[in-house]
């Protein structure tokens, strides 16, 4: 017969170990106890965060309709709301150079992502007008939103309109 006295293996060890720490990390989760790093990685890694997939992008002024990719990363399991809209002077301290309804037709909006839902797009009209000008741009920012879920990084992009005319020049 084996003695119950006897040394564990460590094989067994190894496994009663894991066990404990599993059930320590699970009981952490439950009890909202966000002291623990690895704990904190993973979470953070589940945080569903909203943002465009690019700073800028160029569209010609003849393309007559344009989307900005909008993507959600992280858990997708539930319904999230993001605010858009044009934005005016930033941080930077530019202009949005392009003129609302003469150059494009881009104000505010809203993308709903539902469950499994990870892009969106946010779709405009360009004008193609007769006249040369140089290129212009507008900015478009993720405002606000609705449900479990945080901005990422690119939260503005710029839209810059490539005209398709002769520019004199200055």
Known sequence: PLDSRAPKSAKYEAAATAKGEAADHESKAADGDDDDPEFDALAEERRTRLQFCSTEFYFAENVGRGKLP??????????????????GVLEDGLES??????????????LVFGPGEA??????????????????????????????ADFGRVRVTTV???DDDVWPGP
């Not at 150079?97 to 809203?110: F, I, P």
């Open 70 to 87: 909008v993507i959600r990363t992280g858990a997708l399991d539930k319904r999230v709301t993001v605010q858009y809209r044009t934005a």
């Open 160 to 162: 810059n309109i490539v």
């Open 97 to 110: 150079t392009a003129n609302a309804g003469g150059d494009s037709v881009l104000g505010e909006g809203q």
């Open 119 to 148: 892009h969106k797009s946010i779709g405009f009209s360009v004008v193609d007008d007769a006249s040369g000008e140089p290129m212009e741009f507008v900015r478009v920012a993720l405002v606000s939103i609705a449900g479990d």
